[in-house]
């Protein structure tokens, strides 16, 4: 039996509600159609280093924003600007956010290029008066919004607890995928435009509507909210009045989620090894956000030879060019991965 045809059939056995995805292709058959530029994207100044970046996402002029932890694995005690703006040469055009951050973790940038973050606060990390909430800033830097209370975790309409991710709505709604690890809220919360607490769904578990380290969120043209899943290996796609619509399993163990104005989804798996979703491999998984079919497959550039650890992105974006940007907790770095042919045009 073919991996696809074993995958189909592990679909149809566990009866998943993937519609027609069940007959995507898969990681083993899709294609890579991308070419990796070597090295770190992003020039930062001269004696700084990259951090561990899980954030990384388009302005709507096609800058390039990231959020990346001060140089280490966390910016507690730290001077630098996590806060990152890159035109698409990876030159740094802009940097802020000092003193702000614990685990800067999710971003998102809106319609009018604000820009969202979260403060999800690291393994082991209690540092005072940071972290577990969500800043919205404008595109110079300066704080509009605060959801959450900064250094106060919980399970409240107005705490978070490690908010991995943020996403605003067409009509300005904002959602908050909260929270992070075993440690962390299993819920997705709803909030108005102005940040009134509008309602909540989720609890921890594997069932629909359950999550286990919901870590990344997508929308795509039909106002569908993506929600990665991860401790669970799946995606969960709901309305946004938090109605359970599908679950789709065939993007492996999604650390990360984008989609384009085509409704291209590009999902990161940072995680999958022989311990933890067994049988996939790490990499950024690229397919329709409409019917679930899997179309490509960038492999991890980074394997690990032992397949039991964690490596290559687990943020995600894609720039009007086309070019996708894979945000790296354990290398430390930025990646750029041109499409095949246009690499020998633009070097």
Avoid at 15 to 32: E, I, K, Y
Avoid at 236 to 247: K, P, S, Y
Wanted: net charge neutral; proline share 7%.
């Amino acid at each position: 039996m073919t991996s696809l045809h074993r995958m189909s059939a592990w679909f149809l056995a566990a009866g998943l509600a993937v519609g027609t995805a069940g007959t995507s292709r898969s990681q083993m058959t899709a294609p890579n159609p991308y070419e990796r530029l070597e090295g770190i994207w992003g020039k930062l100044p001269a004696g700084r280093t990259w951090g561990a970046t899980s954030a990384v996402f388009p302005s709507p002029d096609g800058k390039i924003w990231v959020a990346e932890r001060c140089g280490a694995n966390s910016c507690t005690g730290s001077n630098l600007d996590p806060i990152l703006l890159f035109d698409t040469s990876g030159t740094l055009l802009r940097s802020f956010g000092a003193g702000m951050f614990a685990w800067p973790h999710g971003i998102f940038v809106d319609r009018e290029g604000n820009v969202w973050v979260t403060d999800a606060v690291g393994f082991g990390e209690t540092p005072p008066g940071l972290g577990h909430v969500v800043y919205k800033f404008s595109p110079d830097g300066r704080l509009l919004m605060t959801l959450g209370k900064r250094g106060v975790a919980g399970s409240g309409p107005d705490t978070f607890n490690k908010p991995s991710d943020v996403l605003v709505a067409p009509d300005g709604s904002i959602f908050v995928a909260d929270g992070h690890d075993a440690g962390g809220n299993n819920r997705i919360v709803k909030f108005a435009p102005d940040g009134t607490y509008l309602k909540e769904w989720g609890s921890t578990g594997c069932e629909p509507g359950q999550f286990r380290d919901p870590h990344a969120l997508a929308m795509d043209s039909q106002g569908r909210l993506f929600v990665a899943d991860r401790g669970n290996n799946r995606i969960q796609i709901f309305d946004q009045e938090g109605n359970h619509l599908a679950t789709w399993t065939q993007f492996g163990r999604p650390s990360g989620l984008f989609i384009d104005r085509n409704d291209i989804l590009y999902a990161t798996d940072s995680e999958s090894n022989s311990r933890r979703n067994p049988g996939w491999r790490r990499g950024i998984y690229i397919g329709s956000a409409r019917t679930g079919w899997v179309t490509a497959f960038i492999p991890d550039p980074e394997p690990d030879p032992d397949n039991s650890g964690t490596s290559g992105a687990e943020g995600v974006a894609v720039d009007l060019a086309g070019n996708v940007y894979g945000a790296e907790v354990g290398p430390r770095m930025l990646r750029k991965y041109l499409k095949r042919g246009e690499l020998s045009v633009r070097e």
